[in-house]
C-alpha cells in the first residue's frame, strides 16, 4: 500500500504542478476573450458570430488546421528563442532582427549554392545546409549581443533592438540590392526562388503544411531536454535566477550568457530559414514583420515552457488564421485580434488582476526575466 501512496502522492504533485502552471494563462485568456466581446458588443456586432468565425477559420476544415499550423510554425521557433533567453536571465527583443537574418541567408544558400558549385545537390545535403545557414546567421547575430553583455555589461534589451535595425536594414539592402530576383518581370523586393532541392516538402497532397511543423515540435522537445536534463540546461537555469551564486559554484557566467544568446538566435533564425524553405521557397521584405516581437507575448504567455510555448503559439496562429473568417461574418475590423492578443498579454504579465479578480492567492516563486541594467 505504501508505494501506491506515494505514486498517488506524485501523481496530485505533477497535476498540481501543471494546474499552477497553467490556471493564470488560461483565466487570462478567458477574461480577455469576455472582454473582447464587450467591446465588439458595444460596436453593434455580435460576439457569439465573431468567435464562432474565429473558430472556424482556424479550425473548421483540413485546410484551416492547416493553414494554422503553419502560422504556427514560426512562432514556435521564435518563441522558443525568447523563451529559452527568459530561462538563462536573458530578454531577447532581437528575434525579429535574427529570423529575417535567418530567412536571407537561408534562401542565398537555397538559390545561389548550386551555382557556386557548378553542379547540383541532392536534397539531403542543400536541404539542411539552407536551413543551417540561417540558422547560424540568426545564431551569430544574437551571440555578438550574448558576448556584450557577458563581456562588457552591455544590456541585452537596448543592443538587441540596435541590432534589429541593423539586421532589418542590412537585409533591405540585400535583397533590394544584390540579391533581388533579376527577372523582368519583377518589381518588388524578392530573392529569386530557391532550387527544388533546398525545400521542404508538405506533408499531405493539397495542403500547405509542411515538415518544418513537424521540426518546429521535435525542437520544442530539445529544448525542454537541454534545459531538464543536461548540465548545460542547469548552468542556463542556475546563471538566469542568480549568476552570482552559478559563478560562485564554478559556472562560466560569461561563458553560458553568450551561448545562451547563442542558442536562442540559432532557435530564431531557424523560424526565418523555415518559412523560406518550406513555405515561402524565397525571402521577400516585410514576410516575417512581427514575428520575433509576437514571440514575446507567446514566450510570457507560456510561461517560458516548451509545451507552454507550443499552445500559445497555436493560440495566436488561431487568432491570426481565424481572423478574416471572423471579419468577414461580423464586418468587424481584423484589428480587434491584435486587441485581443494585447489583453491577453496585459493580464498575463500583470497576473496580480487576474489573482485579484478570480481570488486566486499567489505561491511559489516568481522569475526575473531580467536583472536590470548592466548587470
Given at each position: 500500500?505504501?508505494p501506491?501512496?506515494k505514486?498517488?502522492?506524485f501523481?496530485?504533485?505533477?497535476l498540481?504542478?501543471i494546474?499552477?502552471?497553467?490556471?493564470?494563462?488560461?483565466?487570462?485568456?478567458?477574461?480577455?476573450?469576455?472582454?473582447?466581446?464587450?467591446?465588439?458588443?458595444?460596436?453593434?456586432?455580435d460576439p457569439?458570430?465573431?468567435?464562432?468565425?474565429?473558430?472556424q477559420?482556424?479550425?473548421?476544415?483540413a485546410?484551416a488546421?492547416?493553414?494554422?499550423?503553419?502560422w504556427?510554425?514560426?512562432?514556435?521557433?521564435?518563441?522558443?528563442?525568447?523563451?529559452?533567453?527568459?530561462r538563462?536571465?536573458?530578454?531577447?527583443?532581437?528575434?525579429?532582427?535574427q529570423?529575417?537574418?535567418?530567412?536571407v541567408?537561408?534562401?542565398?544558400?537555397?538559390?545561389?549554392?548550386p551555382?557556386?558549385?557548378?553542379?547540383?545537390?541532392?536534397?539531403?545535403?542543400?536541404?539542411?545546409?539552407?536551413?543551417?545557414?540561417?540558422?547560424?546567421?540568426?545564431?551569430?547575430?544574437?551571440?555578438?549581443?550574448?558576448?556584450?553583455?557577458?563581456?562588457?555589461?552591455?544590456?541585452e534589451?537596448?543592443?538587441?533592438?540596435?541590432m534589429?535595425?541593423i539586421?532589418?536594414?542590412m537585409t533591405?539592402?540585400?535583397?533590394g540590392?544584390?540579391?533581388?530576383?533579376?527577372?523582368?518581370?519583377n518589381?518588388?523586393?524578392r530573392?529569386p526562388?530557391?532550387?527544388?532541392s533546398?525545400?521542404?516538402?508538405?506533408?499531405?497532397?493539397?495542403?500547405r503544411?509542411?515538415?518544418?511543423?513537424v521540426?518546429?515540435?521535435?525542437?520544442?522537445f530539445?529544448?525542454?531536454?537541454?534545459?531538464?536534463k543536461?548540465?548545460?540546461?542547469?548552468?542556463?537555469?542556475t546563471?538566469?535566477l542568480?549568476?552570482?551564486?552559478a559563478k560562485?559554484?564554478?559556472?562560466?557566467?560569461?561563458?553560458?550568457?553568450?551561448?545562451t544568446?547563442l542558442?536562442?538566435?540559432?532557435?530564431?533564425?531557424?523560424?526565418g530559414a523555415?518559412?523560406v524553405?518550406g513555405?515561402?521557397?524565397r525571402?521577400?521584405?516585410?514576410?516575417s514583420?512581427?514575428?520575433g516581437y509576437d514571440?514575446?507575448?507567446i514566450?510570457?504567455?507560456?510561461?517560458?515552457?516548451p509545451?507552454?510555448?507550443?499552445?500559445?503559439?497555436?493560440?495566436f496562429?488561431?487568432?491570426?488564421?481565424?481572423?478574416?473568417?471572423m471579419?468577414?461574418?461580423?464586418?468587424?475590423?481584423?484589428?480587434?485580434?491584435?486587441?485581443?492578443?494585447?489583453?491577453?498579454?496585459?493580464?498575463?504579465?500583470?497576473?496580480?488582476?487576474?489573482?485579484?479578480?478570480?481570488?486566486?492567492?499567489?505561491?511559489?516563486?516568481r522569475v526575473?526575466?531580467?536583472?536590470?541594467w548592466g548587470?
Amino acid at each position: 500500500m505504501q508505494p501506491e501512496k506515494k505514486k498517488s502522492s506524485f501523481a496530485s504533485q505533477v497535476l498540481q504542478s501543471i494546474y499552477e502552471a497553467s490556471v493564470i494563462p488560461f483565466l487570462a485568456i478567458l477574461t480577455s476573450v469576455i472582454i473582447g466581446g464587450l467591446i465588439i458588443k458595444s460596436v453593434g456586432g455580435d460576439p457569439f458570430v465573431a468567435y464562432k468565425g474565429l473558430l472556424q477559420g482556424a479550425f473548421g476544415s483540413a485546410k484551416a488546421w492547416s493553414e494554422t499550423a503553419i502560422w504556427a510554425t514560426p512562432y514556435i521557433f521564435a518563441g522558443l528563442a525568447v523563451a529559452l533567453a527568459f530561462r538563462g536571465g536573458l530578454f531577447n527583443i532581437g528575434a525579429e532582427g535574427q529570423l529575417a537574418f535567418g530567412a536571407v541567408f537561408s534562401a542565398l544558400i537555397g538559390y545561389a549554392l548550386p551555382g557556386w558549385l557548378g553542379f547540383d545537390l541532392p536534397i539531403y545535403i542543400h536541404l539542411p545546409l539552407a536551413i543551417l545557414a540561417g540558422a547560424l546567421a540568426g545564431g551569430i547575430w544574437a551571440a555578438i549581443v550574448g558576448a556584450l553583455k557577458a563581456y562588457t555589461g552591455g544590456h541585452e534589451v537596448i543592443n538587441t533592438i540596435m541590432m534589429n535595425y541593423i539586421a532589418l536594414n542590412m537585409t533591405s539592402f540585400l535583397v533590394g540590392g544584390v540579391m533581388k530576383d533579376k527577372n523582368p518581370l519583377n518589381v518588388i523586393s524578392r530573392t529569386p526562388l530557391i532550387a527544388e532541392s533546398a525545400r521542404i516538402a508538405p506533408i499531405f497532397d493539397g495542403l500547405r503544411i509542411h515538415w518544418g511543423f513537424v521540426l518546429a515540435l521535435v525542437m520544442a522537445f530539445l529544448v525542454w531536454w537541454l534545459l531538464n536534463k543536461t548540465t548545460l540546461g542547469f548552468e542556463i537555469r542556475t546563471v538566469g535566477l542568480n549568476p552570482d551564486a552559478a559563478k560562485y559554484a564554478g559556472i562560466n557566467v560569461k561563458k553560458i550568457i553568450t551561448l545562451t544568446m547563442l542558442f536562442s538566435g540559432i532557435l530564431a533564425g531557424m523560424a526565418g530559414a523555415i518559412e523560406v524553405t518550406g513555405l515561402n521557397y524565397r525571402h521577400e521584405l516585410g514576410f516575417s514583420s512581427g514575428y520575433g516581437y509576437d514571440a514575446i507575448a507567446i514566450a510570457l504567455l507560456g510561461k517560458s515552457h516548451p509545451l507552454g510555448v507550443v499552445l500559445a503559439s497555436f493560440l495566436f496562429a488561431a487568432m491570426r488564421n481565424g481572423a478574416t473568417r471572423m471579419q468577414f461574418l461580423t464586418q468587424l475590423p481584423v484589428d480587434l485580434i491584435s486587441m485581443i492578443q494585447a489583453l491577453v498579454l496585459l493580464f498575463v504579465a500583470a497576473d496580480a488582476i487576474v489573482r485579484y479578480i478570480y481570488r486566486i492567492k499567489a505561491k511559489g516563486e516568481r522569475v526575473t526575466l531580467t536583472r536590470g541594467w548592466g548587470g
